[in-house]
């Protein structure tokens, strides 16, 4: 009998669609499977990511890391998910019986406890996907199995208290309002009165005590195929115009672009000497992508700084093959693309939370320089682009510890998924 999957994403950024989409890739091509996507949002019915995501592109685009971050990151999720999961626990419950899924499958944020109710009442495989690697709670499932990046990620998630309400507490269709009430109380008292003990949040940035057994396997960065093969780069240099002879440096901030890459171009175009061309991905920002222009066209930089500004493009795996360096505000998904197409990186430490396991590992393995200011960016720059062997032998140091090739890791997922040697 054929298998139907069922992959649950949200659409908050580009990272949980886009590796939904990577595993459908993976999981298709055989005659047994069926794979069906939807939005967690799609399927509770729910408007409120909406707006999530609009605070959240704003605050980024403004480079208002801390606020959004407190916002997003931790009130909402503390004070928020709980109400909006005892409000729409029995109509997704509803939903996902008549999709029927044989195997569940998330990329998502936020709707993990009421998946791992639903497959353990049904007693299907549940697999959690994690895109980052630091954790917060809804990420993190006893019912689950999570796949994750690196094994820095699976310590994170085995630092969670299994005992705490979040996840011990029976969320059902069966749950009557009183205890619905108990629940969103039972967890502010465990992670606003008692938040000094217990975290929704763990980042793998010191030794985490294992409070829990969750199942993990761990299979290395993964990102689109295209990002594994090989390419020219004298060949993608001509297509896109990029001069020859000096050093390559990107500077990206995921496609809704913003003010981190004006701050970015500003100081370097005044300050660095070494002759460079600066390759600006504007993203879906148009208003930023104009702005680049004029002040490429004002001549009012260093000379030897070629400003070449870029909208958005499905191609930036082509931009990564000629890059020597990325400079970019910190992201995950970022991050694991830089280390697949070896090129180091240079970040902040003003980061969301989210992002900030990438900083983490970037520390931990030397892959690129952490910054902790603006100004320290030109001497992170000129020491990459003196040592870019040294970067780049340590980016293969770390690879080399995980499934390499993208045919590995899909052989892997789909032993593990499918039963599929």
């Known amino acids: 009998m054929s298998k139907k999957i069922l ?29 069906f996507k939807l939005a ?6 729910s408007s409120d990511v909406q707006g999530i995501v609009y605070l959240w592109n704003l605050f980024i685009r403004k480079n208002w890391i801390k606020a959004v971050d407190i916002l997003v990151n931790f009130i909402i999720r503390i004070v ?15 939903k996902l019986e008549q999709i029927d899924p044989d195997i569940i499958i998330s990329t998502a944020d936020g709707f993990n406890r009421v998946l791992g109710t639903y497959a ?22 006893p019912y689950a199995t999570h796949i994750c990046y690196f094994k820095e990620t699976v310590e994170a998630i085995r630092s969670y208290d299994f005992q705490l309400t979040y996840f011990s507490f029976v969320l059902n269709r069966a749950t009557g309002f009183l205890r619905k009430i108990l629940y969103v109380l039972k967890n502010y008292n ?6 000094y003990k217990n975290s929704i949040y763990s980042n793998p940035d010191k030794n985490l005590p294992q409070r829990n057994n969750a199942r993990c396997e761990v299979i290395g960065p993964l990102a689109e195929k295209k990002h594994f093969t090989y390419k020219n780069p004298e060949f993608i240099k001509q297509k896109y115009n990029i001069p020859k ?28 000497e070494t002759p460079l061309n600066l390759l600006v991905m504007c993203g879906l920002d148009r208003q930023m992508y ?12 260093l000379k030897h700084i070629n400003i070449m500004p870029f909208e958005y493009t499905d191609s930036f795996n082509e931009f990564l093959a000629v890059a020597d360096c990325l400079i970019a505000r910190p992201s995950a998904g970022i991050f694991i693309e830089s280390l697949i197409n070896r090129i180091p990186q240079i970040t902040f430490t003003l980061a969301t939370s989210n992002d900030r396991g990438a900083i983490t590992l970037m520390q931990k393995y030397e892959t690129g320089e952490v910054c902790k200011r603006p100004k320290d960016l030109v001497h992170a720059l000129n020491k990459i682009l003196n040592n870019r062997d040294r970067y780049r032998h340590n980016i293969e140091q770390l690879l080399s510890m995980y499934y390499i090739t993208y045919e590995e890791k899909k052989a892997k997922l789909r032993e593990l998924i499918l039963n599929v040697r």
Do not use: W
């Open 7 to 35: 992959i649950i994403y949200e659409k908050m950024g580009m990272g949980h669609l886009r590796m939904a989409n990577i595993l459908e890739d993976i999981l298709n091509g055989s005659g047994d499977v069926r794979i």
């Open 120 to 141: 353990r009442e049904k007693n299907i495989p549940f697999y959690i996907f994690l895109t980052e690697v630091s954790v917060f709670s809804d990420l993190v499932n």
């Open 290 to 301: 104009q702005r680049m222009l004029e002040v490429k066209k004002s001549g009012n930089h």
């Open 40 to 45: 967690g949002s799609e399927l509770s019915g």
């Open 80 to 94: 928020g998910v709980p109400i909006i999961e005892v409000m729409n626990t029995k109509p997704f419950l509803g």
């Open 245 to 272: 002879d000096v050093p390559n440096v990107i500077i990206a901030s995921g496609s809704i672009g913003g003010q981190f890459l004006m701050d970015m171009v500003n100081i370097i175009s005044s300050e660095c």
């Open 190 to 195: 465990d992670y606003i009165i008692h938040a």
